[in-house]
């Protein structure tokens, strides 16, 4: 059944893109977007993310909450279309792509950076600001330096999308470039991307507010 346009619509998202999300919602006057961030961490076990969308709709309907749409702050991320078989049974949308570095780049950007060098790693500034933590500790980098070319070997470049223009993220996508061994480019993306793929998966702005993990 359609909802009444006085519902706000869900932005169910990774909170990888939290920042991302509630700067649009405050600053960009996408009003209309109720944003909700599941665990970040969940950025490196994509298998665990389908479950744990589907969980969250749950309690969500069990708490009478109403939106007029529903939308997965989620590209396919890894989940092998298994997050497409949770928007076709719970009549949702993701956003459109194969992860979170096409949403943010655009397709078009994105097809470019990686015919020009398919061995890129991309970084966003949530991974930039977390790469020690993400990467290096979450692959055991730490602890075996040694894995490094088993896991990188094949890389040339480490590519940075920046959703801000800020000198200190700039120096970490730099510094993560450095640790592997990567050249380094720094590509500027801004809101503009993830921002306008929002507004083509919505129509009516109606108020709504910025929720916490």
Known sequence: MTRPEADPVLVLACGALARELADLVRLDGLTHLEVECLPADLHNRPERIPAAVEA???????????????????????????LDEVCRRRGVTRLPG????????GADVFAGLHDREPGTFYVTDYLARHFDRLVIQGLGIDRHPELTPLYFGNYRRLVHLAQRDDPELAR??????????????????????????????TDRKVPAKVMSP
């Open 56 to 82: 969250r709709l749950d309690a969500i309907e069990a708490q009478g909450r109403r939106y007029r749409q529903v939308i997965l702050g989620y590209a396919d991320c890894g989940t092998g279309a298994r």
């Open 172 to 201: 970490l996508g730099r510094a993560a470039a450095e640790r592997l061994g990567l050249v380094h480019e720094r590509l500027a993306t801004g809101p503009a991307p993830l921002r306008g793929t929002l507004v083509a998966l």
């Open 98 to 105: 194969a992860h979170c570095y096409e949403v943010l780049a």
